[in-house]
């Protein structure tokens, strides 16, 4: 079965410094990764997806992500953070598997003026 | 296009009534998902189905949740009778296959039990 481990519950970062928001994930076959954004009182959102292919994947608002599977990790990375960048950011796994999507439990990122 | 559509928004209700939560589905999504979001305990999958049909209810925490899925544009989650326990955001989405696809998420029902 496939699992995530989000690396740090909570980040904060200076506005205009860099992001880096860690995914570290386990399956037993080739994965499916995303990363999800909750705003406050939203629902979450679709940052960006990795399928096959590139490894290095663009996303909304300036995000990327790199699948690297000798170390079993899909960061999520932004050169230069932004105030409206702050909320909750969700790393999910799924595979060709019999279960859904195993999602990570967030990390809370807060970005400082 | 409409995205996942969730009502009603917010709830308040008192303890021991029937709480009722709707979901109708992206059209052409063919796995359904409700999940549960607290402070304490995280995002949690309660049940998911596939074709309509019920796949893993094993998130559901006790007999006293209940989904449906009648057809393929409508879900409902049950809680009877409700507890505050119960008290969270509940969420629906939506996927064009359970295992691969990304799922598209409603806006969620704030849920408040007194």
């Known amino acids: 079965a496939q699992s995530v481990t989000q690396l740090g519950s909570h980040v904060s970062v200076s506005e205009g410094a860099l992001v880096l928001l860690r995914c570290n994930y386990s399956s037993s076959v080739p994965p499916y990764l995303f990363w999800y954004v909750q705003y406050p009182n939203q629902g979450l959102q679709l940052l960006l997806k990795y399928t096959t292919g590139a490894t290095l994947v663009k996303g909304i608002n300036g995000f990327e992500a790199e699948f690297k599977k000798s170390e079993t990790s899909f960061h999520l990375t932004k050169p230069s953070a932004h105030m409206s960048d702050a909320a909750e950011y969700f790393c999910?796994?799924?595979?060709?598997?019999?279960?859904?999507?195993?999602f990570g439990k967030g990390t809370r990122l807060s970005v400082i003026a | 296009d409409a995205g996942v559509i969730q009502s009603p928004r917010h709830e308040v209700t008192e303890m021991g009534q029937e709480v009722t939560l709707r979901c109708k589905p992206i059209?052409?999504?063919?796995?359904l998902f409700w999940y549960r979001q607290t402070m304490m305990r995280g995002l949690e999958l309660l049940i998911y189905f596939n074709n309509n049909v019920p796949i893993d209810d094993s998130g559901m925490p006790e007999d006293r949740f209940s989904a449906k899925m009648p057809n393929a544009s409508f879900s409902t989650l049950k809680i009877q009778p409700s507890e505050p326990r119960d008290s969270a955001v509940y969420f629906c989405?939506?996927?064009?296959?359970?295992?691969?696809?990304?799922?598209?998420f409603g806006d969620g029902t704030r849920l408040s039990i007194l």
């Open positions: 999910a796994v799924g595979d060709s598997g019999n279960t859904p999507l195993v």
């Open positions: 989405a939506s996927s064009g296959d359970f295992n691969i696809q990304p799922q598209h």
């Open positions: 059209s052409g999504h063919n796995s």
